[in-house]
C-alpha cells in the first residue's frame, strides 16, 4: 500500500506528465480557457488513465510479453486505447447520461491525445504490477487536471492583468508553464520512486 501511493504522488508531482515529459501541451494550450472546459477534461482523464494503463499493462503483461511479440507493443497500445475510448463512453453513456452529454465532445481529442498512450508506455517502461499501474494512471489523471485547471485559473487571473504587447497571447501561456514546471521540480525529493 505504502508502495502504491508513493507511485501516485511520483506520478502526480514529480514525474508530471505536462509539466516533465510533456505530454498533453497541446490540450492545456487549447482547452484550458474556461475552468469548465478545463475540469471536464479531467474529469475524462480520470476515467480513462486508469483503465487503459491497467488494461495496457495487462495486454502486455499477459499476452506480448509470453509470446515474445514485445515489438507489437507500440501498435497493440494504440489500437487497444482506439477500442476502449469507445467502449468507455458508450459505458459512460449507459450508467451516467448527463455526465456523457458534458464530455461528448472530448472523446475524440482524447482517443488521439498522445497523454494516454504516453501514460501507457511510461507505466510499462517503468515494470509497474497492476495495483501500481492503476495507481499511475490515477496519478497521471489528477495531476494532468492540476495542471489544467491551475492553468486556466491562471489564463484568468492574466487575461486581467496589464501584460506587455510581446508577451500577450500564447508566449505568457509557455512562460507560465516554464514556472510551474520550476515549481514542481520542488517536489523531486518528494519520493524515493524515479
Known amino acids: 500500500m505504502n508502495e502504491t ?3 501516485f504522488l511520483s506520478a502526480g508531482l514529480v514525474n508530471n506528465l505536462i509539466l516533465d515529459h510533456m505530454l498533453g501541451v497541446d490540450s492545456v494550450i487549447a482547452l484550458s480557457r474556461k475552468p469548465e472546459t478545463a475540469l471536464d477534461l479531467t ?6 488513465l486508469p483503465i487503459t494503463t491497467a488494461c495496457g499493462w495487462l495486454l502486455a503483461t499477459s ?3 509470453p509470446m515474445r511479440l514485445e515489438y507489437l507493443l507500440l501498435p ?3 489500437l487497444l486505447i482506439c477500442l476502449l475510448v469507445p467502449a468507455a463512453g458508450m459505458i459512460l453513456q449507459r450508467v451516467r447520461p448527463q455526465l456523457f452529454t458534458r464530455l461528448v465532445l472530448y472523446f475524440p481529442l482524447v482517443m488521439v491525445n498522445c497523454t494516454i498512450l504516453g501514460v501507457t508506455l511510461l507505466n510499462l517502461s517503468a515494470l509497474h504490477n497492476l495495483s501500481a499501474s492503476i495507481a499511475y494512471g ?9 495542471v489544467m485547471l491551475l492553468t486556466s485559473a491562471i489564463r484568468d487571473r492574466i487575461s486581467a492583468a496589464d501584460v ?3 508577451f500577450k497571447g500564447t508566449a505568457i501561456l509557455f512562460i507560465t508553464l516554464g514556472l510551474m514546471a520550476m515549481a514542481f521540480m520542488g517536489f523531486t525529493g518528494l519520493s524515493p520512486v524515479q
Do not use: E, N, T
Not at 43 to 48: Q, R, T
Not at 138 to 146: E, P, R, T, V, Y
Open 5 to 7: 501511493l508513493l507511485i
Open 43 to 48: 474529469l475524462l482523464m480520470l476515467i480513462l
Open 63 to 65: 499476452m506480448l510479453q
Open 76 to 78: 497493440a497500445q494504440v
Open 138 to 146: 490515477f496519478g497521471s489523471a489528477a495531476c494532468f487536471g492540476l
Open 164 to 166: 506587455p504587447i510581446p
